[in-house]
């Protein structure tokens, strides 16, 4: 029962610190609105957490793990690995919009570099190229698609994929970023059919 009880002072902690970063930036919001926030005294916070960075991390760990759930629940709802090819982007663009530190993290690199960081944002760009990957060999397999480095690519659209994070930062909205996402995800799965070639 004790354990039950700290797990869940715990993610207290944690989600009322994930509504002040979200709102306030990691910089900005301090270990006594955190504690405020949550209920509990600041020792309680630190009993849990080293410091505010550890919070962070810990957020930042969240909500990548929550993006990569939702992006590997999407791509599971879909049998044709271009329809597959478009859940992962567009519930990236989605979650994005929602997943309001990751996104500050992506969208303004420079914001925070915090220790731990590079390393939560290197394991969601492996894990998107791993999927990507899996798609696009599913995708040659079935003969669909016609390629010969399903690494290369996925790494080209894992990259483009980065690039798009960066629209967000020019205050593009996510219905308009919606929409050029399928306009540019139409044009490279058209571009990955595979056809006869005619003399």
């Not at 505010?52 to 690995?81: Q, Y």
């Not at 079935?142 to 967000?168: P, Y």
Request: hydrophobic share 40%; proline share 2%.
């Amino acid at each position: 029962m004790a354990r039950k009880r700290e797990k869940e002072l715990k993610e207290n902690i944690l989600e009322s610190a994930r509504g002040l970063f979200g709102r306030f930036g990691p910089k900005k919001t301090t270990m006594d609105e955190i504690a405020l926030q949550a209920g509990v005294g600041k020792g309680t916070v630190y009993y849990y957490f080293e410091d505010k960075r550890d919070i962070f991390l810990a957020v930042i760990r969240g909500e990548t793990n929550e993006l990569l759930n939702r992006i590997s629940r999407a791509i599971s709802e879909c049998e044709n690995p271009a329809l597959k090819l478009q859940a992962l982007f567009l519930e990236r663009v989605r979650g994005l919009g929602e997943l309001l530190n990751l996104r500050r993290l992506k969208v303004y690199p420079g914001v925070v570099r915090w220790e731990g960081l590079e390393k939560e944002e290197r394991r969601l760009a492996r894990r998107e190229q791993e999927l990507l990957a899996e798609i696009l060999e599913q995708g040659k397999d079935q003969g669909l698609f016609a390629f010969e480095d399903a690494g290369k690519i996925a790494r080209n659209l894992a990259d483009l994929i980065a690039a798009l994070d960066m629209a967000l930062s020019r205050g593009i909205g996510l219905k308009e970023m919606k929409r050029k996402t399928e306009d540019l995800l139409g044009m490279i799965i058209e571009g990955l059919r595979a056809r006869e070639l005619g003399v």
